[in-house]
């Protein structure tokens, strides 16, 4: 793999751009802090490799060629994006029970991954660009997912970073109630975006 700096380029763009990962991460950052929050980003990036390398081994191709799968990942995917939204409208109040909020785990984040659909299209674009070829070629398939994690972590830990210093904003009850509203219309706005793609 010769197109080093063009595949880092394209890894920080597709992990810093909003997404449902970065939007929830920033939302976790606000409701828990970044030491909480920590399992989740872990858990992203994980996730997100193993997607990766199952596209570089061309199961990506195998989605792409059966138009179904994507309409249930995009199905699946907004169903868990709604459950979430719904499981957000709270976290930032001053007045709710923060022994019943918890952020995302380690193993959900990464399992997240494979229903989210903003992963996939990033996965199989960056394969179809930057792998190309029928053969499998497996230190270009590992360059491929270290790039990535190593350029990814970074960008999603900023996302997360961002809604840790916003905490502030939150310690009076109208701007925790214009939070959870933000946060609401932004995870909306991911679902419609993600049916439009």
Same mark, same amino acid.
């Given at each position: 793999m010769?197109?080093l700096l ?8 597709m992990?810093?751009?909003p ?17 909480r929050?920590?399992p989740?980003? $872990?858990g992203?990036?994980?996730? %997100?490799?193993? +997607?990766?390398?199952?596209?570089? /081994?061309?199961?990506? #191709?195998?989605m !792409? ?8 990942l995009?199905?699946i995917g ?19 029970d923060?022994?019943l909020?918890?952020p995302?785990? $380690?193993?959900?984040?990464?399992? %997240?991954?494979? +229903?989210?659909?903003?992963?996939? /299209?990033a996965?199989? #674009?960056?394969? !179809? ?6 053969s499998i ?6 360059l491929?997912?270290a790039?990535f994690?190593v350029?990814g972590?970074p ?5 997360a ?10 310690a009076?009850q109208?701007?925790s109630?214009?939070?959870s509203v ?6 909306a ?8 793609q």
């Amino acid at each position: 793999m010769d197109a080093l700096l063009p595949l880092a380029t394209y890894a920080f763009v597709m992990s810093i751009t909003p997404g449902p990962n970065n939007l929830m991460l920033a939302a976790s950052g606000i409701a828990f802090g970044m030491r909480r929050t920590v399992p989740h980003m $872990f858990g992203i990036s994980v996730g %997100f490799s193993i +997607v990766l390398f199952a596209c570089g /081994l061309g199961i990506g #191709t195998l989605m !792409a060629q059966v138009p179904a799968t994507a309409l249930v990942l995009k199905l699946i995917g907004t169903a868990y994006l709604i459950y979430l939204t719904w499981r957000m409208r709270h976290a930032f109040s001053v007045q709710s029970d923060k022994n019943l909020a918890r952020p995302m785990s $380690f193993v959900e984040a990464a399992l %997240f991954q494979f +229903v989210n659909p903003k992963a996939w /299209l990033a996965a199989l #674009t960056g394969v !179809a660009v930057f792998l190309p070829g029928d053969s499998i070629r497996w230190t270009g398939i590992a360059l491929f997912v270290a790039v990535f994690f190593v350029v990814g972590l970074p960008c999603i830990a900023t996302w997360a970073a961002l809604g840790t210093g916003a905490r502030r904003l939150i310690a009076r009850q109208h701007w925790s109630r214009a939070l959870s509203v933000a946060v609401m219309i932004l995870m909306a706005y991911t679902i419609v975006a993600i049916w439009l793609q």
